[in-house]
C-alpha cells in the first residue's frame, strides 16, 4: 500500500494577456509543476514567473510540451511525423530549461499535453519519439506517462526515469486511455467524488473505468486541474484527502521511482 | 593588425516547408553559423539539421534569436517591453541548447536577427536586456555585437564576452550602424566589391560609412548573408580574400576577444 | 448639444479556448459592436457568435482589425509597410463580412484597434492606408477615428462615412491622442468618474486633457471596454447616464454622421 | 466526350518573406487560380498580387482554403469540430473576398487544400461543412470537389455549383481518393507521362488507380501543381497536350457544369 504520492498540475497555460487557470493557486497544493512551453499555450514570461514562483514554494518543474497548435489549445489530434514530433519535444524541453535558469533549478520530468499525450498513450511510436527526446536533452528527466499506456512502455523500453500517472479528475476507458472529453461527464467536477475516487486509486492501486471495469494500476503521480472554477477546490480536497488517509505528498524529485 | 577573423552566417531560417538560404553550400565557408530559433523563423527540425552538420564542419554555432514575428521575417521593429524581450531571447537559448545536445556541443555564441538587432545596436535598454539574458543562462556565451554599438556597451557592462561584428555586404550610416533595407542600395551584391571591403575593414580595422566617413572599428566576426542567389558566391570570395591577405578565418569559439 | 450618441464596444477579443471580455453583457448595453478579425485576437467561431448575437440585439455591427501579433495583443507599435497594412485591413474586413452572412447583416463600420489606432491617430500615412482599405471593399463602411486625429483627417480626405470617437475610460493628452498604457493612470476605473466624464463629454462637445486642456471635441461614438471586471458596470453607468441626461444610444447607422 | 476542361493550380502559397511556386508562370497556362487564404499559407500582400494579376490574364480565381497549420502547410490531418471548420472556411471565403474587391471581381470557386481536401474527400461531415460555409457566404460558388468523392457527394446534397477534379501528377488509390504523399511515387514527376494519363483521363473519362483499377470518372476541372521545378513544364504540357486533342481549356465559370 503506497503511503506517498506526488500531485501535479499542467500551468503555464497562457499566452500573452490570454490568462487561463489559477496557476498561484495551485502552486500551494502542488508538489510538482508541468508547465507550457509556448506551443499549445505559455510563453516565456510565464514560464518565467512560473519556475520562480515553483522554487520558492518547493515545488519540482517540469516540460509540458504540445503540438504547435495555439487555436486549438493542443486538444486536437495531429497526424504527425514522428521525428518531427521528437525534435520539437527537445526544443521545448530546451526553452524551459533555459527559463529555469533564472530560478536556478533544472526540469526534473516531463508530461505531454492534451490530444498528444492522448496519442502517445495509445501509440508506441508517439512514445517512442517523446522519449527518444528526453533521453537526448537530459536523461535524468521524469518521464510522466499513463499508467498502464503505450508511454509507460516506452519510458521502459528506453530506460528513462519512469512515473505512473493517474487522473483525479476524468473518466477512464476499460483499456485505461482516458475517455475523450467528447464524451458527456469525461470530466469531473464534483469535489467529494474526486477526492473519493483518488484516494482509492492510491491505496488500492486500481481504477474503475466508467463501464466498472477494475485496472490495477500502480500511481506514482496524480494529475490535478485548475482551469475551471471548481478546480482549485477539488485540488485542495484531493490532497487534504491523501494526507487524511496518511498518504504524504511529495514532489516527483522525491519519489521512489521503479 | 588582425591576422585572423571570424566568418558567421545566419542560419536556419525556414519555417517547416518554406525554405530561405543556402545552409549547406555556406557550411563549407564559415566558421560560425547563427542558428533562428522558431521565433522570426526556424523550427526544430532544420535546428536539429543544422547543428548536426555544423558538428561535422567544425562550425561553431549560436543562437539568432527574432522577434516573434514570423510574417514579417523579424525584420519589423517591435515595441517591446524589455523584461518580456529579456525572458523571450533566454526561451531561445534554451531552445537551441536543447537541438544542441543532439550533436553533443554547446551554443557559444548569440547574435540577434534583424530589426531586434538594429533596435539593440542604437537602444541600450534593448543591449541588455539581451546580454541579461545571456548571462542567466549561460554566461559564456560571446555576445556578437555590432562593433562601436549600444549591443557592444551593453555586452561590456555586464561583462560578458564580446565579439565585434562587421557586415560585409551592407551599406553602414555615419553612426555606424546598419542602413535601413529601406534605403535603395543598403545591401551589396557585387561579390568583388564586398570582398575588397571586408579585407580593408579586416586589415585596416576601419569601416567607411555610405557618406564617405571613416570609422575605427576593430572587427572580430564578419557576417556574410545566404538568403540570395549571389550571396554564396560573395561569401566564398570573401573567404579567399581573407586568406589571400593572409587573415585565417577561425569559430569564433577559437578567437582571441578581450 | 448633441442629443444622441453612438455607444460601441471593442469584441470577440477571444482566440480558442482563450477567452476575454464579457461580450455577452455588453452587448445589452451598446449599440454598436467592433468585432476582432483574428489578427491581434478573434476567431472565426467566436466572430459567428456575435454576429449572430448582435443581430438578435440590434447592434450594428465592424470590424476590429489589429496588428498580426497575437501574442502582444495588437498593443504593440509595429513599424509596418502602409501598402501592407492596407491590404491586412481589406482582408480582415472581408474575413468578418464572410461571417456576417451567417446572420444576413452588413459589416457597418470599423474601427482599429491598439496599437494601430494609436499609430493612425497620429499618422496619417497609417490613417490613409486604413481608409484606402475600406474604400475599396465598401465605401459605406463608417470610419471611426478618435476626433480630432489624422484618422479623422483620413477619413475627410477619402471622402468616407466618418465617426468621431471618444473614449469613456482612458485619459487624454493634450493633443488629443489617447494617454500611453503604459502610463500609471492612463485607463479610468472608476464608474461614477466615468460616467461624469462622458455626460460631459457629450453634452459640452468637449474633451478635457489629464493636464486639464480642454479640447473641442463633436463625439459621435463613444467607446467602453469589457475586459476588466469593474467594465460592464461602467458601461451600464455610462449608458444609463447619457439617457438620464436625455441623450439617446442608437447605432452608428442610425447616427447622423456629417 | 468532353472538349472542354477546366484547368486549376493551387497559389499563393507564400508567407511574408517566405515564397514557394511559379505563381506568375503558371497564370499563362491555367483557366482558374486557387488562392491560398492565410491558413496553411497564405497572406493578404501575395492575395492582392493575384487577384490583380489573374484579372489581367482572365483566369478566374477561388479560394483555397485549409486547416491553421502554417508550420505543416496544411498537409497534416487535424481531428476538428465541424462547426469550426465551416466558419474557418467562410473567413477564409471572406478574406479573399475583401481581396478581390482590388481587382473588381469575385470568387467563383473553392477548392479545399492538402490535408483538408484529403478528409473532406473521405468524411461527408467534413465536406458539408465547407459546402455550408459556401452556401451561407455566396451559394454561386462552385465547388471544385475530387471527382468520386465525398466532396462531390456533399456539393450534390447541398445543391452547389459543382466541378468534379481530377489530379494530373497524383497516383490513385482504388478507392478513388488520392494515394498519400508519404507513399514513394504518389506525386509524378515526369511530364511526358503526365500529359499522357490527363489526356485519356479527359478524353475516355476515366482514371486508372496506381493498382491498375480502371475508375469512371468525369472530370470538370484539372489541378496542375507549381510548388517543384519541374511543375511548370509538366503543367504547359498538359495544356498543350490537351489542346492537341482538341479540348479547349476554359475558365471554371464558363463551363457547363452539372
New interface residues.
Partial sequence: MANQVNLNADMGEC??????GNDDALLDIIASASIAC?FHAG???T??HLVTRAKEKGVSIGAHPGF??????G??????NT??LE??I??????????A??AGTKVTHLKPHG?LNNMAAEDLEFGLAIGRAIK???RNIIYVALAGSQMEAAALKLELPLAREGFCDRLYDDDGNLTSRKIPGAVLHDAEEIKNRVVRMVLDEEIVSRNGKRLRRKIDSLCVHGDEPTAVVAARGVRNGLEAAGVRVIPLTEMKLT
Avoid at 527537445?90 to 527559463?99: D, E, K, P, S
Wanted: charged share 25%; no cysteine.
Fill in positions: 499566452f500573452g494577456v490570454f490568462k487561463i509556448g510563453d516565456s514570461s514560464m518565467h504547435n497548435d495555439l487555436w486549438g489549445f486538444r486536437r489530434r495531429i497526424d504527425m521525428r518531427d525534435y520539437m527537445a526544443y521545448q524541453i530546451g526553452a524551459l530549461q533555459g527559463m535558469a533564472y490530444a537526448t536533452v537530459d
